[in-house]
C-alpha cells in the first residue's frame, strides 16, 4: 500500500511539474527499503524557517545548477516560481548576475556560491545570513543548497540522468551562466 501511495505521489509530481521521475520509480520497485529511507529527503529540502523565499531558492537554484545541466535546476526553478518567488529574482540567479538580484537573493546565492567554490570569502558570505537570521539562517541555506545538489546526483548515479536542456522561466529560455572550473 504504502509503495501504491509512493508511486502516485511520483507520478502526479512528474506531471505537475513535467519532470522525470523514473529514476525514483526505479528506485522503490528495486529497491523499496532504500526508496523509504531517502523519501524523508524530499520532505527536507522544503525545509524553511527564516529566510525569504527568494534567499532559500537562489541557495537552492545555485546548488541544482551545480550538479545539473537541465531537468532538475528546472524543477527547482519552477518550484521557485510557484512559491512565490519573483522571475526576474529567478532569471538573475539563473544568469549569476548578482546586479539584478534582491539584496534577499543576493545573500542566498553569495551563500551558495562561496560554498560551492570553497571560496575564501564562505565566512564573510555565512556572517551576512548570521546578522540577518542568525544560526537558523545558516542552518536553511545550507540545507537549501546541499539538498538542492543531492537530487541531480542520484539521477546521475543511478544512470537517469540523459538529458540536457536550457532552463526557462515563465516560458522564456534563459542563458544559463556556468561558473569556471
Do not use: N
Request: aromatic residues 8%; positive net charge.
Amino acid at each position: 500500500m504504502r509503495s501504491f501511495i509512493a508511486r502516485r505521489i511520483l507520478r502526479a509530481t512528474a506531471k505537475r511539474y513535467a519532470y522525470d521521475t523514473s529514476y525514483l520509480e526505479m528506485m522503490l520497485k528495486e529497491s523499496p527499503t532504500a526508496f523509504f529511507r531517502f523519501a524523508p529527503v524530499m520532505k527536507a529540502a522544503s525545509h524553511r524557517e527564516v529566510v525569504p523565499v527568494e534567499t532559500s531558492f537562489a541557495a537552492k537554484i545555485t546548488g541544482a545548477m551545480a550538479e545539473d545541466c537541465g531537468p532538475c535546476a528546472q524543477l527547482v526553478v519552477d518550484m521557485a516560481v510557484e512559491a512565490g518567488m519573483a522571475e526576474q529574482q529567478v532569471a538573475a540567479v539563473v544568469r549569476r548576475d548578482v546586479a539584478a538580484m534582491s539584496p534577499e537573493t543576493a545573500v542566498g546565492f553569495r551563500f551558495a556560491d562561496a560554498i560551492l567554490r570553497r571560496s575564501m570569502d564562505d565566512e564573510t558570505c555565512r556572517d551576512a545570513v548570521r546578522v540577518r537570521w542568525g544560526a537558523k539562517g545558516v542552518i536553511d541555506l545550507t540545507m537549501a543548497l546541499q539538498i538542492g545538489r543531492l537530487f541531480p546526483m542520484m539521477k546521475l548515479a543511478l544512470g537517469y540522468a540523459k538529458e540536457c536542456r536550457r532552463v526557462t522561466v515563465a516560458g522564456h529560455q534563459i542563458d544559463v551562466i556556468k561558473r569556471a572550473a
